[in-house]
DNA sequence: CTCATATTCAACCACATGGTTGAACAACAC
DNA sequence: GTGTTGTTCAACCATGTGGTTGAATATGAG
């Protein structure tokens, strides 16, 4: 509930925001990927793929090992679960309000068949 | 896993990439809120705060109820349902994996003390 | 050394974002 | 009616985003 992270959830929520980077999110959850198998899916340029790469990077999401001339990457599932915790906290909270209006719908029938 | 609402989860964790939005969410958390008072804890414009609205409005993560000159806001906790679900997805594969992980170094343990 | 491969960098472009201000609109108060 | 309150709208501005291209870098292969 309490907003510690800030700016650390605001960079990994707007990762978050981006079906490309989604997409590569679900490849490295596969094992480990380089920069171009985590482009090949798309029609955009390796330059583009790799500002997405990036943005997982700085949002701490993936961590990269430069093994010769190619970049390896891996899910690092930190970041994601923080996000994940977040949310968690406010299903708390929506799950009790649907838990009391269904309450108060159960009253409102008993009242109504006596 | 699957990818399916993908526009609609862009505009889900769009909106929850921004700590105004985020807090703005909390407060709604505790119950119906008015523009102005949504708006209240920052110091930024009206105008600022009801393009926020918007964004989270058309996430479909809040609505909106006009009644008088005052609008009222409630959470939809849909949409967060939905980002909930995306990671969930995913934290089923961290966990394994870090299950796995935690497998192969207890079973180097039993290797090295015999 | 030369050539090809894997990746990044820099400059650029179109468009979105988050903010401002001042005017507009709608509803209650007098 | 006049005025005040709650909210949006429109125009604008600075910065960020996602994309491009062409050049630069670094490593591996011959």
């Given at each position: 509930?309490?907003?510690?992270?800030?700016?650390?959830?605001?960079?990994?929520?707007?990762?978050?925001?981006?079906?490309?980077?989604?997409?590569?999110?679900?490849?490295?959850?596969?094992?480990?990927?380089?920069?171009?198998?985590?482009?090949?899916?798309?029609?955009?340029?390796?330059?583009?793929?790799?500002?997405?790469?990036?943005?997982?990077?700085?949002?701490?999401?993936?961590?990269?090992?430069v093994r010769g001339r190619t970049h390896l990457c891996r899910l690092d599932p930190g970041p994601l679960a923080?996000?994940?915790?977040?949310?968690?906290?406010?299903?708390?909270?929506?799950?009790?309000?649907?838990?009391?209006l269904d309450r108060l719908l159960r009253e409102e029938d008993a009242a109504n068949a006596p």
């Open positions: 509930m309490v907003e510690q992270h800030a700016s650390h959830l605001d960079t990994v929520f707007h990762a978050l925001g981006d079906a490309t980077r989604r997409r590569m999110l679900r490849d490295l959850s596969g094992g480990e990927r380089t920069v171009g198998q985590l482009a090949e899916p798309f029609a955009i340029s390796l330059a583009a793929a790799s500002k997405h790469i990036k943005v997982l990077e700085q949002a701490g999401m993936i961590r990269r090992e923080s996000a994940h915790q977040w949310l968690t906290a406010y299903e708390r909270f929506w799950t009790d309000r649907l838990d009391a």
